[in-house]
Structure formats: structure tokens, C-alpha cells
């Protein structure tokens, strides 16, 4: 930890003492100019399309609607009058998974081409697909208690991931789909922050990996609260 942090320094100083010739400013775009609320933003693999939930039809509910990021034209995909939020597309770009409060809440999936949307899972929160398209990683709970879960995409039973864990939440594929990345902790009725971290757990079984992520940000000053430790791949 302590090389990866002097390496990571080095490299800032590098990029910070360059030539300001070679220093590119970021350049922000704005996709959406509604006055209500618009939330959830998530990005297509192939850049060209954004999801998103928002209440700018004006029936006083969210809703997902999906953008093209070159012409600025929207399109809405769910029209149900309780809240949908929490997209999230599949690897391949064809399927939008999210979070919708019809029911007493779920997650459902649709195709980005439009239709009826599928009920995958009951109360589950914040979906992401895996990199294979197959299966659901979800999360079910509220404030920072939670059991993770995963579903297959196309519907089924959902298996609960590292069951001996006290509260387990947002959840993260790796890239090669090998492991599901989630914040959480073992410590029976101890949700404060110094408790939590990062944990690595293989999705063909076995006890999950510590990443000391979470040890290594506070110890450093990183951390303010737990909410920081949130969302890896936000």
C-alpha cells in the first residue's frame, strides 16, 4: 500500500510539472437542461447512449429515459406512475436494468429498444449486470444494512452472496466477472465507519478478500464518513 501510494504521488507530481502545453482541461458537456429533477446517470459501453431517471414528463413521478449523446434526443422508455431510477446497461448495450418502486420495489429489466419491462428480482437496489450479460448483481436493504445478491438475468431463483457477512451493499463486477467487489463488514450490530470495507468475493465460492481500501483511505485522510467509501465505479 505504502509503494502504490508513494508510485501514485510520484506520478501526479510528473503529470502536475508538465509542459502546461501538454496539459489538457477536462471538457464538460451538458446533456440535459430540465428544470425538475434528473438522476442516475449511466453511460452505454459504446459512449453513444445515456440512461438516466428523471420526472420531466411532468406526471409527478421518475421515470428511465435514455439519450443519444450526439443529437440530444430523448426517448421514454418506462411509463408506470411509480418511481424508476438506478439504470444500468448491459455489456452489449441492448438491456437497461433498474430499481423501481411498483410493488413495494424491484429490479426489472427492459430492452433499450423499448417494451414490457421484467420483474427480476423483489426489493433488490442499485443492479448491475455482469460482463457476460448473465446474471444480476443487486443489493437489498436500506441506509447501510444489506444482504448482496445475485439473479440470473433472464430470471430464477437469486443466491445470496458471502451470507456470513453482518451487512453487505453495493455491488461491483470485476471485469472478467470472477468476483464481486462490495462494501461491507462481518461485525455483528457495528455499522460505524471504521468498521467497513472493501471486500473481494469470488463468484464460484470461497471466503471473500479484504482489500484494506477502506483502511488505507482513513488511515491517509481520505474518508471523511461511509459515504465516501461508496460507489467504486461511479
Known amino acids: 500500500a505504502a509503494f502504490v501510494l508513494v508510485a501514485a504521488t510520484a506520478g501526479l507530481t510528473w503529470w502536475l510539472t508538465r509542459s502546461s502545453a501538454t496539459v489538457r482541461a477536462p471538457v464538460l458537456t451538458q446533456l440535459t437542461f430540465d428544470s425538475g429533477l434528473t438522476t442516475d446517470p449511466a453511460l452505454s459501453p ?15 413521478n421518475l421515470d428511465i429515459w435514455m439519450q443519444q449523446i450526439a443529437t440530444g434526443e430523448a426517448r ?9 431510477s438506478e439504470p444500468a446497461f448491459s455489456a452489449d448495450g441492448s438491456r437497461i436494468a433498474f430499481r423501481s418502486e411498483k410493488e413495494g420495489g424491484g429490479i426489472y429489466v427492459i430492452s433499450t429498444i423499448g417494451g414490457e419491462p421484467r420483474l427480476i428480482a423483489r426489493q433488490g437496489r442499485r443492479p448491475r449486470f455482469s460482463p457476460d450479460g448473465k446474471q444480476i448483481v443487486y443489493w437489498v436493504g436500506a441506509g447501510y444494512i444489506g ?9 430464477g431463483p437469486p443466491t445470496r452472496v458471502q451470507p456470513d457477512f453482518f451487512t453487505a451493499l453495493y455491488p461491483v463486477w470485476s471485469p472478467d466477472g470472477q468476483y464481486i467487489l462490495f462494501l461491507g463488514t462481518r461485525t455483528q450490530n457495528d455499522t460505524s465507519t471504521d468498521s467497513f470495507d472493501w471486500w473481494a468475493a469470488p463468484r464460484g465460492g470461497g471466503p471473500a478478500i ?18 465516501s467509501l461508496v460507489a467504486p465505479d461511479d
Do not use: C, M
Open 46 to 60: 459504446d459512449g453513444k447512449l445515456v440512461a438516466f431517471a428523471s420526472d420531466r414528463s411532468g406526471d409527478g
Open 76 to 84: 421514454r422508455l418506462i411509463q408506470d406512475p411509480a418511481d424508476e
Open 147 to 155: 444482504e448482496v445478491y445475485v439473479a440470473p438475468a433472464a430470471g
Open 210 to 227: 479484504k482489500t484494506e481500501a477502506g483502511s488505507i483511505f482513513r488511515r491517509e485522510g481520505i474518508t471523511t464518513g461511509l459515504s
